[in-house]
């Protein structure tokens, strides 16, 4: 008994389009890696133009930066603590009659940890650099360090749960 061709026709067409609907474990994790590190382009960019709303966009609401008790908790902490960057250079640049120097954070020897689908751990060194306050002038390093980031995806979107820029030996 043979197929009709129509049946025959439906049934290649529709297994034929299965793996544009299936993605494969290996695209899914390529994807979530290309999404962190915008992340964390995102956060590093808010930091340095000191751009509260920004930098809390790129934390969970419960997020936080540090950890123990001085830990900075919530988006509205972590909003305040870039926003009172902000006003403090502010009050510099009027005080000195000329602008601060450019800030950046620099992230180095990323390693990223999967711990599931959802959770991830974004271990790394990091600088924190000044670019010189006149033409042609070095820049300072005025912090380095290691880094400890707790990641969590929240409806489909990879936040920072935790952002460890001290924690302890592993």
């Known amino acids: 008994m043979t197929r009709p061709f129509w049946l025959t026709l439906i049934l290649t067409l529709a297994l034929s389009a299965l793996p544009a609907f299936a993605e494969s474990a290996f695209e899914r994790e390529y994807k979530d890696r290309a999404a962190i590190e915008k992340l964390m382009w995102t956060y590093a960019r808010a930091l340095?133009?000191?751009?509260?709303?920004?930098?809390?966009?790129?934390?969970?609401?419960?997020?936080?930066?540090?950890?123990?008790?001085?830990?900075?908790?919530?988006?509205?902490?972590?909003?305040?603590?870039?926003?009172?960057?902000?006003?403090?250079?502010i009050a510099n640049e009027a005080k000195n009659g000329k602008p601060d120097p450019a800030m950046f954070h620099t992230s180095m020897n990323e390693y990223l940890e999967f711990v599931d689908k959802d959770h991830a751990i974004l271990r790394a060194y990091w600088t924190t650099t000044f670019a010189g306050d006149a033409p042609r002038a070095p820049g300072r390093i005025a912090a380095v360090g290691w880094e400890r980031n707790q990641l969590v995806r929240v409806n489909g979107k990879w936040l920072i749960q935790v952002r460890d820029t001290a924690p302890k030996p592993e």
């Open 48 to 89: 340095d133009t000191q751009n509260p709303d920004a930098y809390v966009s790129t934390f969970t609401p419960d997020g936080q930066f540090g950890t123990g008790p001085n830990a900075t908790k919530g988006r509205d902490a972590l909003y305040k603590l870039v926003d009172d960057l902000r006003k403090t250079r």
